[in-house]
C-alpha cells in the first residue's frame, strides 16, 4: 500500500495509472459493443444516406466496430487476467482465495452494504474480498462473450480462410465449438450472448452505484480512485501509521 | 474437392485425400477414369438409356452438355473434369436406390417430381434404378413389399437408401406396409443392409417439422436411429434437387460419398451461408431493410433481415442454384429465409417477423420466443438491478450511518 500520511488521513494509491487506462478503455469498449451488438441484432435505425447501398456500410461498421470493441475487451481480458497473477501492484488473486480470514471479510463487506454503513468491520484502504470477487465475475462474464462471441463470427468463415491464414478459424472452432454444442446450436449461442449483455449491464448498473455509494456513506472518495487513482482513509494514531 | 475414404464408400471421417494442386486433380481425374470403366463395363440395372431418354423428351446435346457444365461446377470440379460428368450421368442406371417414406409430407418426393419440368435433374433421377419408392411405383401391398424384399435381397450391401420423412420413436405412430410395420423397425432393417444412407430433406436429417415443440411422437432424424453406416444428410424444406443428384453423382463417378461438414451435410452445398451469397447482401451491409411488408424497402428489395431472415444463420446453397431449375428461390420473391436447412429450425429459425419480436413458444424458454425471452428477461434483469439499487439507496438514506458520525474514526472537518 502507498500512500501519503496527512495526520489522521490518508492517501491510498489503489489505481496505478495502467490500471485506470484499462478500466476506461474497458468501458468504452463495452459500451461500443452494446451499442453496436443491438444494432446487429435487430438494426434500429434506417440508413438514411443519399448513396447506393453499395457505398455505405451502417451494419458494415457497426459490425466493424462491434468486433473492434471486442477485440479490446479481449485484449484487456487477457491483460487483466494476468495481472490478477502476476502485477507488481497488487495480486487480485491472492484476495480470492477461500481462506477464513477472507471469507470472514467477505461477509463482513455484504453486512456493511446490508446494514446501511451501520456496522464496518473490515479494512476499506485496500482492495476487499467482495470487490476482488464482484471484479472477477465481470472478467468471467467478459470471457464467456470471448468464446460466444467469437463462436457467432466464425461460422461466416467456414471456407476455412482469413486474412491472416487458416490457422485462425481453425484456433476460433478448437476453442468456441463447445458454446455451439452446449448452447443448442447457433441460436442457442446467440440467445446467451445477447443475455449475457444484460448480465453485464446489470454489473455495471450495480458497480456504479455501489462506488458512489461507498463514496457517500464511507467518506473516503473511493468513486476518486477511477479518475485520480486515489482514496483516502483514516488512520487511527499509533506505530502503525506513523 | 475432398474425396473421402479408401474403401468403396466410406464415412464422414478424415480418411482420404484432398484435391487441390493440378497433380492431385490429376489423380482425382485417374480414379474416375476407372470408376466409370469399371461401371460401364457392368450391367445395367435399369434399361432407361439416358441419350434415348434425352432424345424422346426433346433435350438438345447442348442443353445436356450445358448441364454437365454447371453440376461440375456445382461439385467444385475443374472444368476437363465435364466430360467424366457426363460420362458418370449416363451410367447412373447402375446404381441400385430404395427410397423409403416416413413422418413426413412427401414434399421432397415432390421437389424431385415437380411438374414444370422435366429438367435433366429430374430425367436422371429417373435413370437411377429407383428399387422402391412408395409414392411413384405401381404395386402396393403385399406387391410392393415382394418387391422391397427382391430388391433388398438382390442388391444386398450394395443399394443406396435413400430417406424421407422423421422416424417417430413413441409407440403407436407411423406404421407402414400390409404387415404395419413400425417406422422405427423399417428403417432398421433396411438400413442394415445399405451401402449408404441418404437422409433427405429436415425431417429426415434432423426431425424437421414433426420434431418440433411439443414433438408429440418423437421424432428423430436418420443419424439419431442409424449408426456403423455412411450417411448423409441433405436437409432443406424441401431439399434441393440438385443436391441429391450432386451427391449420387458423386458417388457414381468416385466410388466415395462427397466431404461432409459435422451435421453429415455435403460440403459443396452446404459449405457456405445463404447471406454470404445473397443477391441483397449488399443492402444488409448498408442498413437498408425492409421494416413492413410491402413497404418502400420492400419495394426496393432491401434486405430482409429484419423480417426475420435466417440467411445469416443458414448453410445452404440455394441463393446460387435456388429451385426448381434456377426460377427463384425465397429471397428472391421478397420473403426471408427460415433457415430450413438448420437443425430445429422451426422452433428456433422459422418465423416471419422480426427476430427480437418472434413470439414462437420452445421448450425451456416459459413459453417465450427465443429472441423475444431474452429481451424480457434482461430487461426484467435490469429492472430487478434498478429496483433493488433504488431501495437500498433509500434505506441508506433513511437508515444508513455516513462514516463521519462516528466521533472516533470520522475525520475533522476543515472549518472555513
Known amino acids: 500500500m502507498n500512500g501519503e500520511a496527512s495526520g489522521k488521513i490518508v492517501r491510498v494509491l489503489r489505481m496505478p495509472v495502467s490500471w485506470r487506462i484499462f478500466h476506461w478503455v474497458n468501458f468504452l469498449a463495452v459500451f461500443a459493443a452494446v451499442v453496436t451488438g443491438i444494432y446487429i441484432g435487430r438494426p434500429y435505425y434506417q440508413a438514411m444516406i443519399a448513396e447506393p447501398a453499395v457505398r455505405k456500410f451502417v451494419m458494415g461498421w457497426n459490425r466493424a466496430i462491434h468486433l473492434y470493441a471486442a477485440i479490446a475487451v479481449d485484449v484487456l481480458c487477457v491483460i487483466s487476467f494476468y495481472l490478477y497473477f502476476l502485477s507488481r501492484f497488487e495480486r487480485p488473486v491472492r484476495k480470492l482465495l477461500p481462506t477464513k480470514e477472507h471469507r470472514r471479510e467477505f461477509l463482513e463487506v455484504l453486512a456493511n452494504f446490508f446494514t446501511f454503513n451501520r456496522r464496518k468491520r473490515f479494512d476499506s484502504a485496500e482492495l476487499d474480498t467482495f470487490n476482488a470477487a464482484w471484479f472477477t465475475l465481470l472478467h468471467l462474464l467478459l470471457l464467456f462473450q470471448l468464446f460466444t462471441g467469437l463462436q457467432l463470427y466464425v461460422y461466416s468463415l467456414e471456407s476455412g480462410l482469413s486474412s491472416v491464414g487458416g490457422w485462425w478459424p481453425w484456433l476460433m472452432h478448437a476453442a468456441t465449438d463447445w458454446t455451439y454444442w452446449s448452447f443448442g446450436g447457433r441460436m442457442g449461442v446467440r440467445w446467451v450472448h445477447h443475455f449475457t449483455m444484460y448480465l453485464i449491464l446489470a454489473w455495471i448498473a450495480f458497480h456504479v452505484y455501489y462506488e458512489i455509494w461507498r463514496t457517500v456513506y464511507w467518506r473516503e472518495g473511493d468513486i476518486a480512485i477511477a479518475f485520480g487513482g486515489e482514496k483516502i482513509v483514516r488512520r487511527q494514531p499509533g506505530p502503525a501509521t506513523e | ?416
Not at chain 2, 415382394?146 to 422416424?167: C, W
Not at chain 2, 405412430?173 to 423399417?186: M, V
Not at chain 2, 442409424?226 to 463417378?253: F, S, T
Not at chain 2, 438448420?342 to 418465423?351: H, Q, S
Request: charged share 25%.
Open chain 2, 1 to 416: 474437392m475432398r474425396v473421402i475414404g479408401k474403401r468403396e464408400v466410406a464415412s464422414s471421417s478424415s480418411e482420404g485425400f484432398v484435391a487441390r494442386t493440378g497433380q492431385e486433380y490429376e489423380a482425382l481425374r485417374l480414379r474416375c477414369e476407372r470408376r466409370l470403366r469399371e461401371l460401364e463395363a457392368s450391367e445395367p440395372l435399369n434399361q432407361v438409356s439416358l441419350p434415348s431418354l434425352l432424345r424422346d423428351r426433346g433435350m438438345s446435346r447442348r442443353s445436356f452438355l450445358k448441364w454437365a457444365s454447371a453440376t461440375t461446377a456445382l461439385l467444385f470440379l475443374p472444368a476437363s473434369f465435364e466430360k467424366l460428368v457426363a460420362r458418370a450421368a449416363s451410367v447412373m442406371n447402375r446404381v441400385p436406390v430404395i427410397w423409403v417414406e416416413y413422418q413426413d409430407c412427401a414434399g421432397n418426393s415432390e421437389a424431385v417430381l415437380r411438374a414444370d419440368g422435366p429438367t435433366i435433374d429430374e430425367l436422371l433421377l429417373d435413370v437411377i434404378s429407383l428399387e422402391y419408392q412408395e409414392t411413384l411405383m405401381a404395386p402396393s401391398g403385399f406387391q410392393a413389399e415382394a418387391q422391397l424384399k427382391d430388391a433388398v435381397e438382390t442388391f444386398r450391401g450394395k443399394y443406396i437408401l435413400i430417406v424421407e420423412g422423421s422416424i417417430p420413436a413413441e409407440d403407436g405412430f407411423g406404421f407402414n406396409g400390409p404387415r404395419g410395420e413400425g417406422f422405427l423397425e423399417n428403417l432398421k432393417r433396411l438400413s442394415r443392409d445399405a451401402l449408404a444412407v441418404i437422409a433427405v430433406g429436415s425431417c429426415a436429417s434432423y426431425g424437421g417439422i414433426p420434431a418440433a415443440y411439443p414433438n408429440p411422437t418423437k421424432a428423430m432424424g436418420v443419424w439419431d436411429i442409424v449408426k456403423g453406416k455412411p450417411i448423409v444428410n441433405i436437409p432443406a424444406c424441401p431439399m434441393n434437387p440438385a443436391n441429391l443428384l450432386g451427391v449420387i453423382l458423386h458417388y457414381v463417378l468416385t466410388g466415395a460419398l462427397p466431404e461432409l461438414d459435422y451435421l453429415l451435410r455435403p460440403k459443396f452445398a452446404f459449405g457456405y451461408r445463404i447471406h454470404d451469397n445473397c443477391e441483397r447482401r449488399a443492402h444488409f451491409d448498408a442498413g437498408e431493410y425492409v421494416e413492413r411488408w410491402g413497404d418502400e424497402g420492400a419495394r426496393n428489395n432491401f434486405c430482409l433481415y429484419k423480417m426475420g431472415c435466417k440467411g445469416p444463420m443458414t448453410f445452404n446453397n440455394c441463393s446460387i442454384i435456388r429451385y426448381n431449375d434456377g426460377t427463384n428461390w425465397p429471397i428472391g420473391v421478397g420473403r426471408g429465409c427460415i433457415g430450413c436447412s438448420e437443425p430445429g429450425f422451426w422452433d428456433k429459425y422459422a418465423y416471419e417477423r422480426p427476430m427480437a419480436g418472434a413470439n414462437i413458444p420452445v421448450p425451456g424458454l416459459f413459453e417465450l420466443g427465443i429472441e423475444k425471452s431474452v429481451d424480457i428477461l434482461g430487461v426484467g434483469l435490469l429492472t430487478a438491478a434498478g429496483a433493488g439499487i433504488a431501495i437500498h439507496a433509500f434505506l441508506s438514506a433513511k437508515y444508513g450511518k455516513k462514516s463521519e458520525e462516528a466521533p472516533s474514526s470520522a475525520p475533522p472537518k476543515e472549518k472555513p
